[in-house]
């Protein structure tokens, strides 16, 4: 089970961390990708980080967050990050993480997906 949180209003050009946490499952078998859904608009990939095992273990960024966010693993607190830096009012949506046994743009190659959490980027 995933449960995202982190989300909250923030100005434009400020930062906020997204959490993603499991329980009942090692997050590092999975990879974890970040979507995001914006009102009248279908969902969208964000980001995604591979599996621990993986031989790339890389993280992928979907242009538009390119050089603004980054995704992160911490084993420990079996959990995965999605820092967020120079926040724009575009950026504005309800945030999912999601898990699955490859990173993919597609969101159906994720079988377990956290709530969601909001983001609001606003003056």
């Known amino acids: 089970q995933l449960q995202a949180s982190g989300g909250g209003l923030v100005q434009p050009g400020g930062s906020l961390r997204l959490s993603c946490a499991a329980s009942?499952?090692?997050?590092?078998?999975?990879?974890v990708g970040w979507f995001r859904q914006a009102p009248g608009k279908e969902r969208e990939w964000v980001s995604c980080i591979s599996r621990i095992s993986s031989s790339d273990r890389e993280k992928h960024y979907a242009d538009s967050v390119k050089g603004r966010f980054t995704i992160s693993r911490d084993n420990a607190e079996n959990t995965v990050y999605l820092q967020m830096n120079s926040l724009k009012p575009e950026d504005t949506a309800v945030y999912y993480c999601a898990a699955g046994p490859i990173c993919y743009t597609d969101s159906v190659a994720f079988n377990s997906w956290g709530q969601g959490t909001q983001l609001t980027v606003s003056s």
């Open positions: 009942g499952s090692t997050l590092g078998y999975y990879a």
